[in-house]
């Protein structure tokens, strides 16, 4: 769906996971946890909806996607750190039940397939927010990153490191290593729900939606997920054409209606 700003897709974001959080009816609820910039405004929306409304996350757990390798513990830019500073600090959830790869760990190799069992043991992942980076990648699969693929230790590319750098003192400073969530990991979710804004992210989008289905380009495997929604801005859907298909999925519309995704190769009914 193209929304007005990323406001709005904050809100749109903020209400899948709401859906997620009321359908548990109190019950235990997965939820995947994205980092980056165009999740922030979800994240917003969701704090002002527990302080004025009264969501409750108290029966959530919180699964983060990646993790730098190498940071020390409490590092303001690990992720653990970033999402507990922008989100769940200012929630009703409790912290024991957020959870991150360990990038601290001696073993990455270990930790990787230990963060995978936890995945695995704590059933599917109910709503997973997802962001998009320039080259493609999800999570931090990079480019050629398998579909089958599990948590596990990435390098990044230089292409990466330069865009994180703004979050970062020295460029030197960003990680070269990581850990990740796989492709089949994030597959395995019940709902995938990919927010993009602003007009550095319109190429990969582009790629993404029109392209081929490729590891080439990460964010394109999502397309073979039952029940993928991507939110965008107007900027970062400057590269769509609405009366392009989008791939095998159909077509592009700016109404509102989700961009979903297919199994297989046979394509959803044509829109009326």
């Known amino acids: 769906m193209v929304l007005p700003d990323p406001a709005a897709c904050g809100v749109a974001v903020a209400d899948a996971v709401t859906e997620a959080v009321a359908g548990a009816a109190g019950g235990p609820v997965n939820l995947g946890l994205a980092t980056g910039s165009s999740p922030l405004p979800a994240y917003a929306e969701l704090i002002?909806?527990?302080?004025?409304?009264?969501?409750?996350?108290?029966?959530?757990?919180?699964?983060?996607?990646?993790?730098?390798?190498?940071?020390?513990?409490?590092?303001?830019?690990s992720y653990r750190e970033v999402i507990r500073r922008e989100l769940?600090?200012?929630?009703?959830?409790?912290?024991?039940?957020?959870?991150?790869?360990?990038?601290?760990?001696?073993?990455?190799?270990?930790a990787a397939a230990d963060y995978e069992r936890l995945l695995a043991?704590?059933?599917?992942?109910?709503?997973?927010?997802?962001?998009?980076?320039?080259?493609?990648?999800?999570?931090?699969?990079e480019p050629g990153s398998e579909?089958?693929?599990?948590?596990?230790?990435?390098?990044?590319?230089?292409?990466?490191?330069?865009?994180?750098?703004?979050?970062?003192?020295?460029?030197?400073?960003?990680?070269?290593?990581?850990?990740?969530?796989?492709?089949?990991?994030?597959?395995?979710?019940?709902?995938?729900?990919?927010v993009a804004t602003g007009p550095e992210k319109?190429?990969?989008?582009?790629?993404?939606?029109?392209?081929?289905?490729?590891?080439?380009?990460?964010?394109?495997?999502?397309?073979?997920?039952?029940?993928?929604?991507?939110v965008l801005d107007p900027a970062a859907a400057a590269g769509l054409d609405p009366a392009r298909p989008a791939g095998p999925s159909g077509r592009v519309c700016r109404t509102g209606t989700p961009l979903r995704g297919y199994r297989g190769r046979r394509p959803p009914p044509a829109d009326p």
Do not use: K, W
């Open 121 to 141: 043991g704590a059933g599917p992942i109910d709503v997973q927010i997802l962001g998009i980076g320039r080259n493609g990648h999800v999570g931090f699969n």
């Open 48 to 77: 002002r909806r527990h302080r004025r409304d009264g969501l409750s996350f108290r029966t959530a757990r919180a699964f983060l996607l990646d993790e730098y390798l190498g940071l020390p513990r409490g590092h303001p830019q």
């Open 88 to 110: 769940t600090d200012h929630l009703d959830i409790d912290p024991d039940a957020v959870h991150a790869p360990d990038g601290t760990a001696d073993d990455p190799v270990a």
């Open 147 to 194: 579909p089958g693929s599990t948590t596990r230790v990435v390098t990044l590319t230089e292409r990466t490191r330069a865009d994180n750098a703004r979050f970062f003192d020295r460029p030197d400073e960003v990680p070269r290593r990581v850990l990740t969530q796989g492709m089949g990991t994030i597959g395995r979710a019940a709902r995938l729900v990919l």
């Open 202 to 230: 319109a190429p990969a989008v582009a790629a993404a939606v029109h392209g081929p289905v490729t590891s080439a380009v990460p964010a394109s495997l999502l397309r073979h997920h039952p029940r993928c929604t991507v």
